[in-house]
């Protein structure tokens, strides 16, 4: 069995206890979203646009290669207030819409004149998580730049200051690279230029016809792309094209570790942080995706053997008609009882034909290590709390998994003869006797984070160790539980735990539940530690360098340097470095493993 939860993830700190009595979890969140929601998305760009306008008047001009853009200087929203610049809604390729629908973006023509970069761009066409609304426009490839320093033109200063680029999360479904999950505030008051970016999403951006035409991965191409914008734009903001850091959530997580493994994205970055995610993940890659291609233009009555015929059917259809269409083959009755569904929606990176241009030709563990930049990744303590998501939207799962156990199985365990007693096995391990069912919820979360998380980064970690590598990899488990944790109040659970994205609420502003916090507060000394290892981390390779100012920081955080014990750091109110995370259940899985002459790092699943 799993082991017993420990006091540390049932913390529940005093100012989450305020915010819930005053906030409903969900509800107060989605009421105020809602009158947002009511006003006309174009007319709320417009009202905004005006007073930016009005604001700015004669706001900063930042002249990039292809042509000048207006920003503005804001203040942080936090106690420092400390000011900076933005410069939103920058368009870092053509918009890939008609002719250019599921090809690789292609790059900007140069402008005259000064263009406004006052408000951010239109988000890639999705469904919006808290409604299931259909939200976006396909004219979408925006990013948004923020620094806390711009060259001084006249006497020639830059800073040239460290820079984080953010890659959002979202299943490669859902999602947008804007402030309203991803403020800048605390990051940027800790010296770094920030970009988040827009990226395509769904059949949209992931659609595979498994040939030159329609290679797939169409998302990863466009985040290649915002690289190459970074490094030949960022130095004009006040960063350093020469230390670019990529960091991400989730599918987000993944994209950065793809991008270690992909040709296109050599040399476009010097760092990465991958959050609850990398490209092995049992999610990260799809499975028959000519066959999904095919399963999508039936949904949307496309009856049809030729992918030439589909092609043109689909680069018909209306953007709205796709995602909505994709969405029904994610929740189709019977397709939906395994755990990889819970997290992974249809259309994923794909391993492509061989071209020039191809992102991804091998599959990722042929490819692995990758490129040899300083790596930092982890996992949250209870990320398969996200699970509460799938049981409000299908209530059967628990019945469905517990009557057929095997599809919580890892793939590759159930290829050989002793396929059964594998399942057994895992069965008596986290369950023994007991029903997969709400009384025995925990055992399924432990389950769904080892599967889904900790054992992809282990495995990934190891082999780095084991590798030639000669920079650096670091370790974390994030465990606090805490008000700032707001992707699990923003979908209105309650359960304990640190779950899945639960850890950006500390690094990021998320300006739509904002509430006072009092100084003292543990969630803020978690928030202001993280973001100085993390920012540390971009700025030096190293999260805890020797410094010579007043940091928060009183450790040294230890790289893993061998595989006999996992260093990482726990990161709860107290940040304590430990060896080898969740060692009971590590040692199940790693005897299952050996026993059935499979591992995660080497073998394919598809």
Not at 82 to 88: L, M, N, V, W
Not at 148 to 164: H, Q, R, S
Not at 242 to 252: L, P
Not at 459 to 474: E, I, K
Request: charged share 20%; hydrophobic share 40%.
């Amino acid at each position: 069995m799993g082991e017993p939860r420990s006091g540390e993830s049932e913390l529940v700190t005093g100012a989450w206890r305020r915010l819930s009595s005053t906030v409903s979890e969900s509800v107060g969140l989605k009421h105020a979203l809602r009158r947002l929601q009511a006003v006309p998305a174009r007319a709320a760009r417009l009202v905004h646009a005006l007073v930016d306008r009005m604001r700015v008047g004669g706001g900063p001009v930042v002249l990039t290669r292809l042509g000048a853009l207006r920003g503005r200087r804001l203040q942080a929203r936090t106690a420092s207030q400390t000011p900076y610049y933005a410069f939103k809604g920058i368009r870092y390729a053509q918009p890939p819409r008609g002719p250019l629908r599921f090809r690789p973006p292609v790059p900007l023509e140069p402008w005259t004149g000064v263009r406004d970069a006052l408000e951010e761009g239109a988000v890639c066409p999705h469904r919006f998580m808290l409604f299931d609304t259909y939200k976006g426009e396909e004219d979408c490839l925006f990013l948004n730049v923020y620094t806390p320093a711009l060259p001084d033109k006249l006497t020639g200063y830059n800073p040239e200051l460290a820079v984080m680029v953010w890659i959002h999360g979202g299943a490669f479904a859902v999602g947008s690279g804007n402030s309203f999950l991803y403020g800048p505030d605390h990051l940027v008051g800790a010296g770094v230029v920030l970009i988040t970016l827009n990226y395509r999403l769904g059949a949209l951006g992931f659609l595979s016809l498994e040939n030159e035409e329609v290679s797939g991965n169409m998302g990863l191409k466009d985040q290649v792309m915002a690289l190459r914008w970074v490094r030949d734009n960022v130095e004009h903001f006040g960063g350093d094209p020469g230390r670019v850091t990529i960091f991400g959530e989730s599918a987000g997580a993944a994209s950065v570790h793809l991008h270690m493994l992909s040709p296109q994205s050599q040399g476009l970055f010097h760092a990465a942080i991958a959050q609850s995610g990398l490209a092995t993940s049992p999610w990260a890659l799809a499975q028959d995706p000519l066959e999904r291609a095919f399963e999508l233009g039936r949904e949307l009555g496309i009856v049809t053997n030729s992918t030439a015929e589909l092609l043109g059917y689909l680069r018909a259809t209306p953007s709205e008609l796709l995602v909505k269409a994709g969405a029904r083959l994610a929740g189709a009755p019977g397709k939906t009882a395994d755990l990889q569904n819970t997290v992974a929606l249809p259309f994923l990176p794909a391993v492509e034909p061989p071209a020039p241009d191809a992102f991804l030709t091998q599959h990722p563990r042929a490819l692995l290590p990758g490129a040899d930049v300083p790596f930092l990744t982890g996992y949250n303590a209870q990320e398969g709390i996200i699970l509460f998501r799938r049981l409000q939207r299908y209530p059967k799962l628990l019945s469905e998994l517990d009557r057929e156990f095997r599809r919580v199985a890892p793939p590759e365990l159930l290829a050989g003869a002793h396929a059964a007693a594998v399942v057994d096995d895992i069965r008596h391990f986290y369950f023994q006797q007991r029903p997969v069912d709400l009384r025995n919820i925990d055992s399924l979360i432990d389950l769904f984070t080892d599967v889904m998380f900790l054992r992809p980064v282990l495995d990934t970690v190891r082999l780095y160790a084991n590798s030639n590598r000669t920079s650096p990899t670091y370790l974390y488990r994030f465990a606090f539980d805490g008000a700032l944790g707001l992707f699990k109040r923003m979908l209105g659970i309650s359960h304990p735990g640190a779950c899945h994205g639960d850890e950006m609420g500390y690094l990021f502003y998320f300006s739509r539940l904002n509430y006072r916090l009092d100084d003292d507060s543990p969630e803020l000394a978690v928030s202001r530690r993280m973001i100085q290892l993390w920012t540390n981390f971009a700025k030096t390779g190293n999260p805890t360098p020797p410094v010579d100012y007043e940091s928060v920081i009183d450790f040294d955080w230890l790289p893993v340097n061998d595989t006999a014990h996992i260093n990482y750091l726990d990161i709860n109110s107290n940040f304590t470095l430990l060896e080898d995370p969740e060692p009971k259940r590590v040692l199940f899985w790693d005897g299952l493993y050996n026993s059935n002459g499979a591992s995660v790092a080497t073998t394919p699943t598809s």
